[in-house]
């Protein structure tokens, strides 16, 4: 191969390695398109595993609780990651708050948060949950698998989890695919 074929090869690359993304971004823009596209479908080990075992301390008032705590009130309920630093949690507070209204049990995990900082946070935008525990390093976030905050978790009355929401909820999530997934649980 003489020097000039060489250097021809040479410039293809990149002419390659750009068709490549297009194509890749041309995929993703039909997905999107037809609806097959959803960024908080992230995959997660839990869905159908059974809760990880923790034991949290609480955020005063709460006592904390426990994956045995979830589990015991018999029902499905909500496992909350949240933090007083994410925004997106503030965007979901009023969500949460309708699902209190609506009977469902959340659970609070405040992650990686300063106690005064959560207190701040719930007095501020409200207290939907029945218990509020700290997980200040973060450890129960890695047994969960989390992404980042907010994050939710449905739990089934024998501790299975059923479901998993990356980012903040919204009514048409809850209305479309939570409520219905706890219904058919109940």
């Known amino acids: 191969m003489d020097a000039l074929t060489r250097r021809r090869l040479l410039m ?15 995929a993703l823009l039909l997905r999107m398109h037809e609806g097959r596209y959803d960024p908080h479908a992230l995959p997660s080990m839990l869905v159908g595993k059974k809760l990880p075992a923790f034991s949290l301390p609480g955020q005063p008032p709460s006592p904390g ?16 990651f949240f933090a007083s630093w994410c925004v997106p949690c503030v965007e979901e507070a ?8 609506a009977g469902v049990a959340l659970w609070g995990i ?19 949950y029945v218990r509020v525990a700290r997980d200040e390093q ?20 024998s501790g299975i989890v ?8 919204s009514a048409d999530i809850v209305r479309d695919d939570l409520l219905p997934k706890i219904r058919a649980l109940a």
């Open 12 to 26: 293809l690359g990149p002419l390659a390695i750009a068709a490549g993304a297009g194509g890749a971004g041309a």
């Open 110 to 128: 405040a992650y990686k948060d300063k106690p005064d900082a959560t207190t701040r946070f719930l007095d501020r935008f409200g207290d939907p």
């Open 162 to 169: 059923r479901w998993r929401w990356a980012g903040g909820l």
């Open 138 to 157: 973060g450890t129960v976030g890695i047994d969960f698998g989390l992404y980042g905050v907010p994050e939710s978790y449905l739990v089934d009355a």
């Open 65 to 80: 609780f426990s994956a045995a705590d979830v589990t015991a009130q018999g029902r499905p309920g909500v496992v909350n």
């Open 94 to 101: 009023p969500t949460l708050a309708a699902l209190k209204s």
